[in-house]
């Protein structure tokens, strides 16, 4: 008679670390690039993906979260907890 393996319980654990560190990689690879992109604009005054300026888009959410008020602290908070969560 053949023995069939036991069902593993944690089989969704471990998607659930995987793709959480699959987008926490990608976070970061995304956070690189911007980075990136800001440097290069200001050092050489190019943009690095055309049709985009990194600085310009950065100053608008920077001030969008600040004339949100309130809204606007809360999302920041929000996004740097994302941001910084390791």
């Known amino acids: ?4 393996k036991p069902q593993n319980p944690y089989i969704m654990d471990n998607v659930f670390k995987f793709m959480g560190g699959f987008f926490s ?3 970061q ?3 690189g690039f911007a980075a990136l992109a ?13 049709g985009m300026t990194v600085v310009d ?3 608008s ?3 969008t979260l600040g004339n949100g008020g309130f ?5 920041l908070l929000i996004l740097w907890n994302i941001l910084t969560k390791k």
Not at 1 to 4: D, E, G, I, V
Not at 38 to 50: H, K, L, N
């Open 1 to 4: 008679m053949l023995q069939s």
């Open 25 to 27: 990689s990608l976070t």
């Open 29 to 31: 690879l995304l956070i």
């Open 38 to 50: 800001v440097v290069t604009e200001v050092v050489f005054g190019a943009e690095m993906f055309p």
């Open 57 to 59: 888009n950065l100053t």
């Open 61 to 63: 959410l920077i001030t």
């Open 71 to 75: 809204v606007g602290l809360v999302a």
